[in-house]
């Protein structure tokens, strides 16, 4: 240790020897000594102010490198962060465009959905209507019975079970329909471009409205099928009966009820070419269920059931005959039933009674004027039940089976007129059994 520091001092004091600095001046020499110390003092603090120097220089070089590194990671930051905005607008822009078209769409659709089935759901009802009153009607006829009272085998009611099982030109004409439709609604195309979320929403309404407007269409045909059905058996009912379907049918009343019972107005700029279609056929399908309509309403005026819906005997035809009482060939204009004395005797179909009372050779009588030119007559009745101007549904007992005026036995004189003529009742009755019998 002591000769280390021994040898550090040898050192030392071999470098920092003591010196002496000259310096002359204006002929004059003046000198500055310096100890060893003062010169290690000296050294000192010049190497003090270098290592200072060294720190600094080293010091302000890294900061400049710290701070650019700073500056690139913000740099790369900001980027980052500047396609993120970038990318959330585009997305936010799609979702808007998404939101304005699928909106604008949806509520189109909607509407137009909505008219459809405006339309469809007052045609329906319509035709419900219809239904169900030929459904009464049946089951009325159906309970009087044929002529001579005889009730249907099966019951089968070919106006209520309407329902197509075997296919049908028709319904092949329904599958051209369909198809029809499901190009209609292809037709179709969106705003928004391909691929986006905007276009796939659109093509999830498009598609949904294409598979509602299919059903639409499909059941607008099949309500015309049904009603164009019904219109031919109510055909078959009239012309069996022996009238002609174009005397019966008001024509006018059909040209005139059609407008009103085409559903909702449509402004057709603002209507796709589907909805077009579509309005077209109901407009078809209306005419279809307004015939129907007049029709069932005629049906309704036509005396299709029997004067009695008790135990009967027809005991003479419609024609010329013998008369009972002088023996000489005479027309009969009207069928005679027989049954127990006092038997209720029942309107053959709704209607207004026009005459109540005592007619020369028919005895009691009750005259009831059904609408549409039909009048039925019910003579030589032993009571009359009903007064003039009095309202009645089928097969309201009107009076009581008798022998009231020139009659040979107890039985009920039926009539009926149509236009003023005679017709042969029988033929009414057996054309009521086309609404019960299959
Ligand atoms: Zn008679």
């Known amino acids: 240790m002591s000769r280390k520091s021994g040898r550090v001092k040898r050192i030392v004091s071999r470098l920092f020897k003591e010196r002496q600095i000259y310096h002359r001046s204006d002929g004059v020499v003046h000198f500055i000594s310096m100890s060893t110390n003062t010169q290690i003092a000296l050294a000192g603090v010049i190497g003090a102010f270098l290592l200072w120097v060294a720190y600094a220089s080293v010091n302000v070089v890294f900061k400049e490198q710290i701070i650019v590194a700073k500056d690139k990671t913000f740099r790369t930051m900001e980027t980052t962060y500047l396609k993120q905005i970038q990318s959330q607008k585009a997305a936010y822009d799609d979702v808007n465009t998404l939101n304005v078209l699928t909106e604008k769409e949806f509520e189109m659709t909607l509407a137009e959905i909505?008219?459809?089935h405006q339309t469809l759901q007052a045609m329906v009802e319509r035709k419900?209507?219809?239904d169900a009153r030929i459904d009464a009607l049946a089951d009325n006829l159906s309970r009087a019975g044929a002529p001579n009272?005889?009730?249907?085998?099966?019951?089968?009611?070919?106006?209520i079970d309407v329902a197509?099982?075997?296919?049908?030109?028709?319904?092949?004409r329904l599958s051209v329909l369909r198809r029809e439709a499901l190009d209609e609604a292809r037709k179709k195309t969106s705003?928004?471009?391909p691929g986006s979320p905007a276009a796939a929403a659109l093509q999830k309404i498009e598609s949904s409205a294409s598979d509602l407007y299919i059903e639409q269409m499909y059941l607008l045909a099949q309500l015309e099928e049904r009603a164009e059905d019904m219109i031919d058996t109510l055909k078959r009912v009239v012309e069996s009966a022996g009238l002609e379907y174009a005397?019966?049918?008001?024509?006018?009343?059909?040209?005139?009820?059609?407008?009103?019972?085409g559903g909702p107005y449509i402004d057709a700029s603002n209507v796709s070419d589907a909805s077009t279609a579509f309005f077209r056929h109901a407009n078809r399908v209306g005419l279809a269920v307004d015939e129907l309509r007049t029709l069932e309403s005629v049906i309704q005026s036509v005396p299709l059931s029997s004067p009695l819906t008790v135990a009967r005997r027809q005991t003479s035809g419609y024609g010329v005959r013998r008369d009972p009482i002088n023996g000489?060939?005479?027309?009969?204009?009207?069928?005679?039933?027989?049954?127990?004395?006092?038997?209720?005797?029942t309107a053959t179909a709704a209607g207004v009674v026009k005459l109540a009372g005592v007619k020369s050779g028919f005895g009691r009588m009750v005259e009831i004027d059904h609408g549409n030119g039909f009048i039925t007559r019910y003579a030589h009745l032993h009571r009359i039940t009903v007064r003039v101007g009095q309202k009645v549904q089928i097969h309201d007992k009107i009076g009581e089976l008798g022998n009231s005026g020139r009659s040979t036995g107890p039985h009920v004189?039926?009539?009926?007129?149509?236009?003023?003529?005679?017709?042969?009742?029988?033929?009414?009755?057996?054309?009521?059994?086309?609404?019960?019998?299959s």
Do not use: C
């Not at 009272?149 to 106006?159: F, I, L, S, T």
């Not at 004189?413 to 019998?437: L, M, Q, T, W």
């Open 128 to 130: 419900a209507g219809i």
């Open 413 to 437: 004189h039926y009539e009926v007129h149509f236009k003023g003529r005679p017709k042969n009742p029988r033929r009414f009755i057996e054309a009521g059994r086309y609404v019960f019998e």
């Open 247 to 261: 005397d019966v049918m008001p024509a006018a009343k059909i040209a005139n009820t059609t407008l009103a019972q």
């Open 164 to 172: 197509p099982i075997e296919p049908t030109p028709r319904q092949s």
């Open 114 to 116: 909505s008219s459809r």
């Open 191 to 193: 705003a928004a471009p």
């Open 328 to 345: 000489r060939l005479a027309p009969h204009f009207g069928l005679d039933f027989s049954a127990a004395w006092a038997s209720p005797v």
């Open 149 to 159: 009272g005889a009730k249907p085998v099966n019951g089968n009611r070919v106006m």
